[in-house]
Every structure is written in C-alpha cells, then in structure tokens.
C-alpha cells in the first residue's frame, strides 16, 4: 500500500519559530524554512509523502486576507486533486482559531484539512512542533478524518474549527474545546475517535458551507467596559464598518447606553452580534437584553474573534437579516 500524499502549507508562526538560544524567551515567528521543518520530520519515517509550499513566514498576529486568500485557493486545488490525501497548515496559534473557522465555513469536507502549531519555537528545551506535526501527518492520513471540517491538532487532541480556541497565553496545552470537546485523541502511532463526522462525508458531496468571499468586509469587534459610553460605537460606524461583534459583559452585556446605540446600528442595516469577553459559556437570546425587540444576535457559543468570521461570511454572501444571521450562529 503506498503513502498517503500530504500538502503542507507553511505560513510561520512558533512551530517555525527561532529563537536565540534553548533556554530563551525571545524567538522569531517563521524564523525557519518549512522545507527544513518537512525534512525534520520526514526524518521521523512516517507513512507519508509530504510536497511543502510556503504561503508566508511570519507570526500569526499579521495573518490576513491575501494569505487566507492564498490558503483557500491552495486547499481548493488540493480537495479538488485525486493524488492529494489531504492537507496540513502550519500556523501560529495567536489567530489559528480564525484561520481554521474560515476556511471551515468555505470550503467542502471532503478531504482533512489540519492546522497545527507549537506553544515552543523549535529550537526550544521541549519543543512541542514536531510532536504536533507527526500527529497532523496522521491526522491528515487517515481515511476517517474526511466529513469533520476543518480541523486544528495541538497536544495529542484534534479539535474541530468551531470549538477551538486559544486559551492561554504559554502554556503547552494552551487550546480548548469548547461547547464540545476534542474529537479525538492523537500520537504519531494511533488515533482514537470519540465518534462519527459530524459534517457531509465526501460519500455526500461535502460540500461548503458559504462561498468564499471576493473581499471580507469590515467587521469591528467593540469589547465593553464598566463605564463607557456610546462613542465606540459611533467611531466604528463613522469608519465604515459594515457590523459589531460586542465582546460584553458576562451574556454579551454592556452599559445601557451602549446597547442602546448598537440597537441604532442594526435598525439602520448593520447587523450586530452580543459575545462575551467571558473566557467561556453561551451567549442566550433575550436574556438580559431583549434580542427580538433591539435587532440584535446572540453569538451562542462562539466568541468575538470566531462571531467576527462568521459575520463577516455572511455580510460576504449577502446575509444580513438579523433573523437569518442568527440562524447560522445558532447552528452546527
């Protein structure tokens, strides 16, 4: 039986992070070639053939549309080739979660599409890339992981798109899962999955959710504060922004005032979603603040950087009925 062939696309980050010595802080995001890191690992001997191509080398805080737009076109061409088994992202963890929603609300299920990263440059004492690199080999080879969507591999789990999340600054299990937990469990010798594709299989068609956008709109996050007023809010109009995704308080709450001028955005077409800057838990409709009586939307279980996504996909593909844009937060 011959290897599975994985596409490798590299775009910087800590797993391809430099640092100035083993024991040191301070290191460069994509300081190392992702040829140098494939030849690393194929050094490990895993069933795999692996063909790398940079998309960039740089730290995931300057990810943005031209290398999403280079991702989706590459995972296309890949999805779309019968000798491509599936695809691995090397990114940096500050805006994996971003990166991988995206890509998860536009393209089909039909092959894996793996992000994984490292919490430790490469040249560290403890490094975690290569770990996490031999298990995304697996995860990408491996016939059960079609019709999941996109998914992000970081210390032994794989988590889907919607659920992942960075949730601490340094440390080595950093991410979560959350309202479900991971899918699986992974080393480089086996995976263990907790169930069924929770997406279309490729049996079905697999196919996107929405389109890929031409261009993302401007989708401004506000994040609420203890006595702060409606200024924000009539900054980030003023800028042309087309919506709001409100990192409140506690169920996506914030001063009077302020619901009261995000209320004027959306009855003036600017659809405006209420998430929480809380580390975890839903966002409910009409719980504190009447939803159905403002025009607002409920972020549910995603939170601001993930409801920014989504609401900019959907501004993209024409959705902005309040109505019809808390339908989509509300599924999947």
Known sequence: MSSARILVLGTGGTIAGAGSGATGAAYRPGGLALDSLVAHLSALGLDAELAAREIARIGSQDIGWAEWEALHAACTAALDDPGIAGVIITHGTDTAE????????????????????????ADAVGADGMRNFANAVKVA???????????????????????????????????????RGPLARVTPASIDWYGPPHRVGPENGGAA???????????????AGAGMDEKPVEALLGIGARGIVLAGMGQGNAPRVVIEALARAAASGVPVVRATRVDEGLVDRNVEVDDDALGLVAARALGPAKARVLLMVLIANGVTDAGAVQAAFDGG
């Open 209 to 223: 959710r929405y389109a890929f956008p031409q261009e993302l709109p401007r989708v401004a996050i506000l994040t």
């Open 141 to 179: 080879s491996d016939p059960a992981a079609s019709g999941r969507g996109v998914m992000l591999v970081m210390g032994d789990a794989i988590l889907a798109a919607r659920d992942a999340r960075k949730a601490a600054t340094s440390s080595i299990d950093a991410f979560r899962s959350f309202p």
């Open 98 to 121: 971003e990166t991988a929603f995206l890509l998860d609300l536009t393209l089909p299920s039909t092959k894996p599409i793996v992000l994984v990263g490292a919490m430790r440059p």
